[in-house]
């Protein structure tokens, strides 16, 4: 066992998953990953991959002992517990989750005739096979294509119709990845927005930095890493950060210079932002100055359950994870409904995902996620099925008016297919929609129609789509048809969807959600109180929160959470939209509204820089993740 040392990862029961069973094949082979249509986004590349072009695959073996994982997990983060702080070593970790031998055996005898042109990474649940398309091809006896995603550029190798494995292999594994996935980049959402003048900050609103945290946290101002072995990190997806932009906050802010290590897939060549993780990365050093910090990226078209894997291979591993990003949680493997003909679904991809987190939290570290920042939400969720409230338009500003009798109606077309505008626009319905050329013409048959209400599409400072109209939606015409199109009114209905979804991997039992808060001030420069982010009280963000659809509520959550909801203050929404015996979010809250931060201009990552304010629940989280950094730095 190591020594003790704080660690932030949530006391929880277990998690009951619904698990896809692999589809028979031929004689002696079974299904475990079946593609037959593209995700959104994306279309078949005109190249035709080479044979001979690198591929790489993932083949997660059964893992055993999980419930003896989850009992030490418990332990060790409970500090009721004789065990809490007694974290497993690696090894320690590896040995009591180790596959089957004769899980390795099958696999092993399976790629034995391509021994030659296979190169394995081989690790106590999981194969990594690094080969060919041409013996990728013959291993899982499909075919493989360039795909290209239209937004990014980006190309991916990607199998295309059933994907298979022999049958005395598939008894042992979860499922293979990488083959398959598609993840869809506008469903990933970072969890920052910018400021502007129409937006959030006002000439009283406080502009938050490193100093401002610390004196209202009661965080001393001298208060730094000293010891050599603490080592935090940030987690992204395709996302990169500016090191000129870092030297201009540091200067700025009078601070030390942070202790940077870069691993991971560098995406500037495709053109990824920055902004996100410049914030993260400034929060988190400054909230820890001196203590070393890693800054962890995995390639776009991947998700969690990648740098969680990639993340436990780091030694000596940081002690803190912060991650800003996450999307709707019914939606992981693939975005789209298609993800369970893969041999997985949502469900058993956010298992393994969270065994990932228990791992990580057996052996010390404290796994911090931003919780979102839509609210519970509702606002661009996974199918926009949430009624807007009446009383509020365009509540960050920037619109041509303050109020709309009308704030969404129903686009559809003759395939039973439905865009709620404008709450679904994040949706996988819209999306494809919105990608007809005939949209805008659709959409403009449909404002003429309702000329006299003045019926239009406006936009606020955030660049989100409102609906103004000055006749109720009862009053308005929906007999509006133009080639396959027409509309309907919005009403809410069950069948249309979830109302609120919330984020994964917030929504893991196993990490520490953080929400946002804002510092209300009345001369700009003394807090007054703190209270929740909200676009209705200045920021330009809505802190999410809310109940997961299916992860049951950890132990710990249950005196909190009946209390809230039985408090007079709560006000919480109708019983049957949310599953109140679930796991809810955040765990914890901390400012996130109006960071002064640097970021350079043009996506380059040197200076001139230019200093601008961004809310966020990524801010929360990284800056608080610095502060536990500290805690750890005091106790190892």
């Given at each position: 066992?190591?020594?003790?040392?704080?660690?932030?990862?949530?006391?929880?029961?277990?998690?009951?998953?619904?698990?896809?069973?692999?589809?028979?094949?031929?004689?002696?082979?079974?299904?475990?990953?079946?593609?037959?249509?593209?995700?959104?986004?994306?279309?078949?590349?005109?190249?035709?991959?080479?044979?001979?072009?690198?591929?790489?695959?993932?083949?997660?073996?059964?893992?055993?002992?999980?419930?003896?994982?989850?009992?030490?997990?418990?332990?060790?983060?409970?500090?009721?517990?004789?065990?809490?702080?007694?974290?497993?070593?690696?090894?320690?970790?590896?040995?009591?989750?180790?596959?089957?031998?004769?899980?390795?055996?099958?696999?092993?005898?399976?790629?034995?005739?391509?021994?030659?042109?296979?190169?394995?990474?081989?690790?106590?649940?999981?194969?990594?096979?690094?080969?060919?398309?041409?013996?990728?091809?013959?291993?899982?006896?499909?075919?493989?294509?360039?795909?290209?995603?239209?937004?990014?550029?980006?190309?991916?190798?990607?199998?295309?119709?059933?994907?298979?494995?022999?049958?005395?292999?598939?008894?042992?594994?979860?499922?293979?990845?990488?083959?398959?996935?598609l993840l869809v980049d506008r469903q990933l959402r970072s969890h920052m927005m910018p400021q502007s003048a129409d937006a959030g900050a006002t000439t009283k609103d406080i502009r938050v930095?490193?100093?401002?945290?610390?004196?209202?946290?009661?965080?001393?101002?001298?208060?730094?890493?000293?010891?050599?072995?603490?080592?935090?990190?940030?987690?992204?997806?395709?996302?990169?950060?500016?090191?000129?932009?870092?030297?201009?906050?540091?200067?700025?802010?009078?601070?030390?210079?942070?202790?940077?290590?870069?691993?991971?897939?560098?995406?500037?060549?495709?053109?990824?932002?920055?902004?996100?993780?410049?914030?993260?990365?400034?929060?988190?050093?400054?909230?820890?100055?001196?203590?070393?910090?890693?800054?962890?990226?995995?390639?776009?078209?991947?998700?969690?359950?990648?740098?969680?894997?990639?993340?436990?291979?780091?030694?000596?591993?940081?002690?803190?994870?912060?991650?800003?990003?996450?999307?709707?949680?019914?939606?992981?493997?693939?975005?789209?409904?298609?993800?369970?003909?893969?041999?997985?679904?949502?469900?058993?991809?956010?298992?393994?995902?969270?065994?990932?987190?228990?791992?990580?939290?057996?052996?010390?570290?404290?796994?911090?996620?931003?919780?979102?920042?839509?609210?519970?939400?509702?606002?661009?969720?996974?199918?926009?099925?949430?009624?807007?409230?009446?009383?509020?338009?365009?509540?960050?500003?920037g619109c041509s008016h303050t109020t709309s009798a009308c704030q969404q109606f129903i686009l559809t077309d003759v395939y039973n297919n439905q865009c709620i505008i404008p709450t679904g626009?994040?949706?996988?319905?819209?999306?494809?929609?919105?990608?007809?050329?005939?949209?805008n013409a659709v959409i403009g048959r449909f404002v003429s129609a309702n000329a006299a209400c003045n019926v239009s599409l406006e936009t606020d400072a955030a660049q989100n789509s409102h609906?103004?109209?000055?006749?109720?939606?009862?009053?308005?015409?929906?007999?509006?048809?133009?080639?396959?199109?027409?509309?309907?009114?919005?009403?809410?209905?069950?069948?249309?969807?979830?109302?609120?979804?919330?984020?994964?991997?917030?929504?893991?039992?196993?990490?520490?959600?953080?929400?946002?808060?804002?510092?209300?001030?009345?001369?700009?420069?003394?807090?007054?109180?703190?209270?929740?982010?909200?676009?209705?009280?200045?920021?330009?963000?809505?802190?999410?929160?809310?109940?997961?659809?299916?992860?049951?509520?950890?132990?710990?959550?249950?005196?909190?959470?009946?209390?809230?909801?039985?408090?007079?203050?709560?006000?919480?929404?109708?019983?049957?939209?949310?599953?109140?015996?679930?796991?809810?979010?955040?765990?914890?809250?901390?400012?996130?509204?109006?960071?002064?931060?640097?970021?350079?201009?043009?996506?380059?990552?040197?200076?001139?820089?230019?200093?601008?304010?961004?809310?966020?629940?990524?801010?929360?989280?990284?800056?608080?993740?610095?502060?536990?950094?500290?805690?750890?730095?005091?106790?190892?």
């Amino acid at each position: 066992m190591a020594s003790c040392r704080i660690v932030l990862c949530l006391i929880s029961v277990s998690v009951a998953c619904a698990i896809a069973q692999p589809q028979a094949s031929a004689p002696g082979r079974v299904v475990v990953s079946s593609r037959n249509s593209l995700s959104r986004g994306y279309s078949f590349h005109s190249e035709v991959p080479d044979p001979q072009d690198k591929l790489s695959f993932t083949i997660l073996l059964k893992q055993r002992n999980l419930d003896r994982l989850e009992e030490v997990f418990l332990q060790v983060s409970d500090p009721k517990s004789d065990q809490w702080g007694l974290f497993l070593t690696r090894a320690e970790l590896e040995n009591l989750i180790r596959a089957d031998p004769a899980a390795f055996a099958a696999v092993g005898e399976w790629l034995a005739p391509y021994e030659r042109v296979v190169e394995l990474s081989v690790l106590a649940d999981e194969i990594k096979v690094h080969t060919t398309v041409a013996v990728a091809s013959k291993l899982l006896q499909t075919e493989f294509r360039a795909v290209k995603h239209a937004d990014t550029g980006r190309v991916l190798l990607r199998h295309f119709g059933t994907a298979s494995v022999p049958q005395h292999v598939a008894q042992h594994i979860d499922f293979v990845a990488g083959i398959s996935e598609l993840l869809v980049d506008r469903q990933l959402r970072s969890h920052m927005m910018p400021q502007s003048a129409d937006a959030g900050a006002t000439t009283k609103d406080i502009r938050v930095t490193p100093s401002v945290l610390r004196k209202y946290y009661g965080v001393p101002a001298n208060l730094t890493g000293t010891n050599a072995g603490n080592l935090q990190a940030v987690g992204e997806i395709a996302d990169y950060y500016s090191a000129g932009a870092l030297a201009a906050f540091e200067a700025d802010q009078n601070l030390p210079a942070a202790h940077m290590t870069t691993v991971g897939y560098d995406c500037r060549r495709i053109g990824c932002t920055e902004v996100g993780s410049d914030l993260n990365v400034q929060y988190i050093t400054a909230m820890a100055p001196n203590v070393p910090t890693l800054y962890f990226a995995v390639n776009n078209g991947y998700w969690v359950l990648e740098l969680v894997g990639s993340f436990a291979l780091f030694d000596p591993l940081p002690y803190v994870l912060s991650i800003g990003s996450g999307y709707a949680e019914d939606v992981q493997c693939d975005n789209t409904p298609e993800c369970r003909d893969f041999g997985y679904d949502n469900r058993q991809y956010v298992r393994r995902t969270d065994t990932g987190f228990q791992k990580l939290g057996a052996m010390g570290v404290s796994v911090l996620v931003s919780s979102g920042d839509d609210g519970a939400p509702g606002f661009n969720g996974a199918s926009g099925n949430c009624p807007m409230d009446p009383s509020v338009y365009c509540a960050i500003g920037g619109c041509s008016h303050t109020t709309s009798a009308c704030q969404q109606f129903i686009l559809t077309d003759v395939y039973n297919n439905q865009c709620i505008i404008p709450t679904g626009l994040d949706s996988d319905a819209c999306y494809n929609l919105m990608r007809d050329p005939q949209h805008n013409a659709v959409i403009g048959r449909f404002v003429s129609a309702n000329a006299a209400c003045n019926v239009s599409l406006e936009t606020d400072a955030a660049q989100n789509s409102h609906v103004y109209s000055e006749c109720t939606c009862d009053r308005l015409n929906y007999d509006v048809h133009f080639g396959n199109y027409g509309f309907r009114q919005y009403n809410y209905n069950a069948s249309n969807g979830p109302w609120f979804s919330a984020m994964y991997p917030a929504t893991s039992p196993w990490v520490t959600a953080v929400g946002a808060t804002m510092f209300m001030t009345d001369d700009g420069v003394n807090v007054t109180s703190e209270v929740a982010a909200s676009i209705t009280t200045g920021a330009v963000i809505t802190t999410a929160g809310g109940f997961s659809t299916f992860q049951p509520m950890p132990a710990y959550q249950a005196a909190a959470v009946k209390s809230y909801l039985n408090s007079a203050t709560a006000s919480p929404p109708p019983a049957f939209l949310f599953n109140a015996s679930n796991r809810a979010v955040p765990d914890i809250s901390f400012n996130g509204h109006n960071y002064k931060v640097f970021t350079s201009n043009g996506k380059a990552v040197t200076c001139p820089c230019t200093a601008s304010g961004f809310d966020g629940t990524s801010a929360s989280a990284h800056a608080f993740g610095g502060l536990v950094s500290l805690i750890n730095d005091q106790l190892l």
